[in-house]
Every structure is written in C-alpha cells, then in structure tokens.
C-alpha cells in the first residue's frame, strides 16, 4: 500500500494506506512491548529484547510520514515531520546500543591483549573470522544465556530498553532519555602497532545475512551527530571500501552488490542471527532513506526542518543505503529501490554535481546494483523501469522509450502510470512530439494527479507541429493548431484541483498563468490562441526537467532550431514580445548552448541580455519572473561546467567561489515561478561547493 500510495499520489490509494501503517505502527509497539517482558524472547549480543519491533514501528512512522507529506493537507504535513522525528528518535537509540556495544569491546581489548587473542581464536569464532551467536532461530533462555556469557560487555547494554513511542497512548510508551548528547561520543585514535587485536573500534561490523557471507556496517557512518550534519565533510561512499568496485575486475559482469565489499576486519562479525541481520539492514534502510529525504528540502522550506530539528545529510545516507542492499531481504530491495530512484532520477535534474570522482554519478555500481536486482526479482517492473532510467541518463533515450515499451505492461497500475510518465518526458526530450501528447493523455487514464500540466504538455506538443508545418503544410498546420488550442482550453478547468502541503502545486500555478497570459495576448493583439503562443513552451517545460542532460547533441540541435524560430521570418509577432518573454529565449538558449559545452557562448548571452536588467522589471502581472534568477543559476552552472571540465575544480577555488556567488544571489531571491525546483538545484549545487572547501 506504501509503495503503491507513492507511485500514485491517489487521495483514497494515501488514506487506505496511512491507516494500514497506523495498525502497523500498533502493532509494533504492542509486540516491542510483549518482547521486553517475554523471557523466553530472543535476547541479541548487540540489541535490547524488542529491538526488532521498535525497528518495525520506526519504518511504519517513516513510511506514513512519507505518505502523509503527499497529502494535500497542511496539517497532516507538520504531523509527518513529527513522525519523521520519532522515527529519527528511535533508529539513533538503535544505533547507540551498536555504538555502545563496540565502545565496551574495545575497552575490553586495550586493557587485556591476551584475552583478546584468546577470544580471537575461541571455539565461537567461524571459519569466515565471526563470532556467532548460539541463539537458534527461536531464542530459547539457554542460547541466550551462552551468548550473553561469551560477551559480556552486551549484559550492560541489555540493560537500557529501547526508547519507542506509542502510537495510542503516549503514556504508556518507556520514558526517553533526556541527555541527547551522549550519541557524539567517538574513539581516540591512537597507533598501536604489534598489537594483533585493534585496541579501537575502526568502522565496520560485519553482519552475517545467512548465506555465508558477511556485511560490513560502518558504525562511524551510522552514528548521526545532529550538528555535523549541517554540512561539515563527511567521508563519501566513493571511497568507502565496502561499496567500491574493485580496482581489478576478471569479469565484470559477474559482479554483484556483494563483492562492494571490502575485506574482513579483525573485529568481524558479532553475530549471525536473522534478528540481528534484520535490525542491521532496517536501521540502515531508515536511518538511510530518512536523512536523503530531508536532504532533498529546497531553501523555500527549510524552516520545517525546525519541527524535525535536525537535517538531511546526503552522502551519509547514500552510505547507508548502499550497505542496506547487501541484505537479501526486503530492506535490500528497498535501498536499491531508493538509491537507483535518486542516482537516475534526482540527479539527472541537478547540475552543479563533478562528472567524475568523489560525488559522480557511480554508473559501475549502479549497473551493478541493477544487475543484482534483475536477478533476485527477475519479473519486478521496478528494476525494468530503472534500466529504463540508467539508458535515459547514458543519453539513449530512444532505447529508453523502446525498453519500456518491450517490457509489457506492469500488475501494478501505479507502476505502469510511472512507467508511462518517463516514456512521456523521453519522447519529449527526443522530439517525438506526436508520442510526447499520446504518452501524456495516456498518464491522464491512468491516474488522477497533474491533468492540467499533461494536458497543458500536450497542448505544447501540437505547438510545436503547428510551427512546422506552418510554412510547408498548412492544412497539417490548421489541424495541429486547432488540437493545440483544445488542448489549451481543458488546461484552467483541470489546475487547482491537487494540493501540496496545503498549497497549489507549482506547476499547476505556471500553467494558469501562461494560459492567462496568453489568452490576454490574444485579445490585445487580435489573433489566435496559437499565434499568441510565445517562445517555445515545450523547450520550457524541457529546462524545468532539465532535459537537457539527457540529450544528445543532436536533440540539443532541435532545441536551438526551435527556439530560433520565435526570431525567424515566421512569427509575425516578435517585434511585440516584452522583456520577460525574449528573457526565456535567452535563458533557454544559455541553457542548451551549456549543456552543448559552450560555456562562454552561454554567458556571453546571460551578461549581455538578462544580467544588466533591473529584476523589477520582470515582476508584474502574468509575467515571467523566473528568468532572472535562473539567469544566475545559469551563470553558476557555467562556472561549474568550467571548473569541473579538468575534473579538479578544487584546483580552481577562484571560480568555485564566483560559482557560490551566484547560487547564494538566486537563495537571497524573492519567491518566483517554480522556486523550489530550482532551490532542489541549489542545495545540490552548494553540497558539491562545500565538498571542495567552499563555504556556502
């Protein structure tokens, strides 16, 4: 029900949805609370009794948070940033007991080496160097107790329940723990050579998953320290050992998300139970996918990140994630779910990202991740999409479009609504304009949300013919003219109707005023709907979802020949057109000319025509005023472009800095059309600056 309230965005497929993850929510807490007081429940070296179901009752908060975000119901969006904290809450008092556990072991090894070797080499240790748990899948007294016996330090760790919060009755729910700060603790480095047991913990624990091999867990990355995640560096999971392809591969199309790892430690793994495995994969999941969450929140927003009280960290939770998909379980399938959404379709939307390093888009391991998922669910239209998607961000859309198409319809009428919305944007990123309008009508069938912007989308497809058939084809010309302004005319009865967090949709809130605006050009000027269309609204709608960086130079090509043909011969009405409306030529044009590498062309247009402008002038009734400020953006991605094009920008700071410059002028900016994608762009762009020491 999550999974399909989330494709759907469907106001009933939503509420069935929260109320199964509130029974669930329920239910976890009531087992959490049984667990802590059965003794004859499994008792974990790591984990408090219970531990399982307080993971249980986090993701069903999570996941209704999630739910509760896409309800059109502002107060239903503020009491899903609080399920998002008492999620947070309760995965960081997880992740304390690991923390905990490991600080009370290595304080065991430093004050005795020699019961460290002893315990290295004990009958408990396994041939792949784990210390097993003698916990049976049931979790009798007596596994528990040889367990407990042969690792002390977790006695005192059993000590402390877990915190969780009642989903019914708070007052039921074990009081918390006031002192938050007690999470920032880390271990002292120091050298301690000759010594065969590391007397510090250094970052991995590898878990068994039950096959015979084992996961590492970086217990470093899964500590959360609320003020680091502000934005100070972070270690990156480009360079984390156990998500890295290999340097040499003998076949590399053998690889799976298991081989990512890197080797074994000589503090290995604690314990190879299911529970364990399933706590291990569920925090990572969660912890993973709710700090890439808010790490997606635009500066437009960031003040409801006061209700959450901390913030996103991206790399951190890329880092958790891509550990999560080593379980062969639900919470694998997920992460992969999550990370090869974001990987192939957030950043294909972003700019200020290095095209190589520490931060690219990680192309081997992506095919790698897919190449594993294909093979444990082999009929999962999910993963066919997503290969849909890494073709689309190599550039192949024609095979993009082609691979969904062949693959048949999904069960999941969620699911194929999705697939139809990417072969829509692909056809319209190729040009396909007669497929772009019969990909979007069919999206109309298949869900309820955003009919205005489809059918707005369809109308900007016909226009398009209609232009090129203008001067070759009149009759073609009348017909597509005729279907446009059809088009156009369902466009104002069909906006408004959805809402975000209690407000219009932004691009419901676009579209009304570009059909106001030029229905108002029509009356002033005399003449059709369609001649009083401005520069091209497909290539517009292209730059919000920054197509562009899925096209190849010959769809670039097609993007400059239509947007020259508001200047050709053709139209009779440019002589008329006001200042906002030649500034999204320039804009549009700066855009494709960067993504053709022609950077300096690019700014040339930006300073000439659109930076010396006072910015007054493009605010006003029905007027376009996001040219300006993505003027800038614009400016700043082509600094970026530059320093980036040796692939060391930290080498050029000069230009980083004026890059910064540029973004921070946009961030100060008063609110414009579709402000939020472009701030979704900007915290992006700042998060790769911080990355190469610019301070943002």
């Not at 993971?55 to 739910?67: D, G, I, N, T």
């Not at 192939?344 to 192309?363: A, R």
């Not at 050029?652 to 800095?657: C, E, H, S």
């Not at 701030?679 to 790769?688: P, R």
Request: charged share 25%; glycine share 6%.
């Amino acid at each position: 029900m999550f999974m399909r309230a989330t494709l759907g965005f469907e106001q009933e497929t939503m509420r069935e949805a929260a109320n199964i993850l509130y029974q669930a929510e329920n239910a976890a807490y009531e087992s959490q609370r049984r667990a802590v007081k059965d003794p004859n429940s499994y008792r974990s070296p790591i984990y408090p009794p219970g531990t399982e179901y307080a993971v249980c009752q986090a993701e069903a908060q999570l996941m209704s948070a999630v739910v509760g975000l896409l309800n059109e119901s502002l107060t239903e969006a503020i009491k899903s940033f609080y399920k998002l904290r008492k999620a947070y809450l309760a995965l960081e008092t997880v992740m304390e007991n690991e923390k905990n556990f490991l600080k009370e072991r290595s304080t065991s090894s430093v004050n005795s080496t020699s019961s460290a070797s002893s315990f290295k080499k004990g009958p408990l240790r396994s041939r792949t160097g784990s210390v097993r748990s003698n916990a049976g899948a049931g979790g009798s007294n007596t596994s528990a107790g040889a367990s407990t016996a042969s690792l002390k330090p977790t006695q005192e760790t059993a000590k402390s329940p877990l915190t969780t919060d009642a989903p019914l009755d708070p007052k039921r729910a074990p009081k918390k723990d006031d002192d938050d700060d007690d999470f920032d603790f880390v271990d002292a480095e120091e050298e301690r050579k000759g010594v065969e047991t590391p007397g510090e913990y250094m970052g991995h624990l590898n878990v068994s998953v039950g096959d015979g091999t084992s996961i590492a867990v970086d217990n470093a990355e899964k500590k959360l320290d609320i003020e680091s995640s502000s934005g100070a560096a972070l270690p990156s999971y480009e360079n984390n050992p156990s998500t890295t392809v290999p340097d040499v591969v003998d076949d590399f199309e053998k690889l799976t998300v298991d081989d990512l790892e890197g080797p074994d430690t000589d503090i290995s793994t604690i314990s190879d139970h299911p529970v364990d495995a399933f706590i291990l994969a569920g925090s990572n999941f969660c912890f993973g996918m709710l700090l890439l969450l808010l790490s997606f929140i635009p500066p437009s927003f960031a003040t409801l990140l006061k209700i959450v009280g901390f913030k996103g960290d991206r790399e951190r939770g890329m880092q958790m994630l891509w550990q999560a998909t080593k379980f062969h379980d639900i919470h694998g399938a997920m992460a992969g779910v999550v990370l090869m959404g974001y990987l192939n379709g957030f950043t294909s939307i972003c700019d200020i990202i290095p095209s190589t390093g520490e931060g690219s888009y990680p192309k081997e391991r992506c095919q790698i991740l897919l190449r594993t998922m294909r093979e444990r669910y082999p009929k999962s239209h999910l993963w066919l999409l997503e290969e849909s998607r890494m073709l689309a961000a190599e550039r192949e859309l024609e095979q993009a479009v082609k691979f969904v198409a062949d693959a048949g319809k999904s069960p999941l009428r969620q699911l194929e609504a999705l697939s139809w919305f990417e072969r829509s944007l692909n056809s319209m990123y190729m040009h396909d304009y007669a497929a772009t309008a019969h990909a979007f009508q069919t999206c109309i069938e298949l869900n309820n949300w955003s009919h205005g912007l489809y059918l707005y989308i369809c109308g900007a497809s016909h226009v398009e013919l209609y232009r090129r058939n203008k001067t070759t084809d009149p009759e073609a010309a009348k017909k597509h003219a005729a279907e446009a302004t059809e088009f156009f005319q369902k466009v104002l009865p069909n906006v408004g109707k959805k809402r975000f967090m209690g407000r219009q949709l932004p691009f419901d809130i676009f579209i009304n005023r570009k059909i106001q605006k030029w229905e108002a050009r029509s009356n002033e000027w005399k003449c059709d709907l369609i001649e009083a269309v401005g520069v091209s609204p497909l290539e517009e709608m292209i730059y919000f979802w920054n197509g562009a960086k899925r096209m190849r130079v010959d769809h670039l090509e097609t993007s400059l020949e239509n947007l020259a043909w508001s200047e050709s011969a053709a139209n009779p009405h440019w002589a008329k057109e006001s200042l906002d409306e030649t500034a999204i030529l320039h804009v549009l044009r700066a855009s494709v000319l960067r993504n053709m590498n022609r950077t300096a062309e690019a700014k040339a247009i930006l300073e000439k025509e659109i930076l010396p402008v006072d910015k007054l002038l493009f605010k006003g009734n029905l007027k376009d005023n996001w040219t300006a400020p993505c003027a800038r953006y614009e400016m700043a991605a082509n600094l970026w472009r530059e320093a980036d094009a040796n692939s060391r920008p930290a080498e050029d700071i000069k230009t980083l800095n004026k890059c910064k410059d540029w973004l921070q002028e946009v961030t100060q900016w008063d609110g414009f059309d579709l402000d939020a994608r472009i701030g979704m762009k900007i915290t992006t762009g700042k998060d790769t600056l911080r990355k190469f020491g610019v301070q943002c």
